[in-house]
């Protein structure tokens, strides 16, 4: 019921005025808890220095963001919290509203060195 809620609440979420005459494009980022999902759109599209993403909480369900991109491109991203979850739910009860017109499905996959 609350992943019900969720996404009918960012369903009802309207863009900006600024936002309606340009392409609309939905981004889905995924991938395993703590992969850098939220850190690399925090770097790309809201400026953060690399170092400052370290003080990023984990993302519980889904962060929807809309970016304006090159001038007439808005881009809706939906930044996935990794977690087993999350991630089960993603692809069972809300499967239809996580990949409905999705234009880009970015999975991230992270991965540690050893020495």
């Known amino acids: 019921l609350l992943y019900t809620i969720k996404f009918e ?7 900006h ?13 995924m ?3 703590e992969a850098g999902k939220t850190s690399m759109r925090s770097i790309i599209f809201a400026n953060y220095i690399a170092r400052d993403t370290r ?6 369900d889904v962060e929807q963001s809309n970016v304006r991109f090159l ?3 808005v881009l809706n991203l939906w930044d996935c919290g990794g977690q087993d979850a999350f991630m089960e739910q993603y692809f069972t009860l809300q499967k239809d509203q ?15 060195m050893s020495k």
Do not use: D, P, Q
Not at 98 to 112: D, Q, T
């Open 55 to 60: 003080r990023l909480g984990a993302t519980m």
């Open 9 to 15: 609440r960012m369903k009802r979420r309207g863009f």
């Open 98 to 112: 996580m990949f409905s017109n999705v234009e880009v499905h970015y999975k991230l996959i992270s991965g540690y």
């Open 17 to 29: 005025s600024s936002h309606r005459n340009a392409e609309h494009k939905k981004v889905l980022l």
């Open 71 to 73: 001038n007439n491109l």
């Open 31 to 33: 991938g395993r808890s």
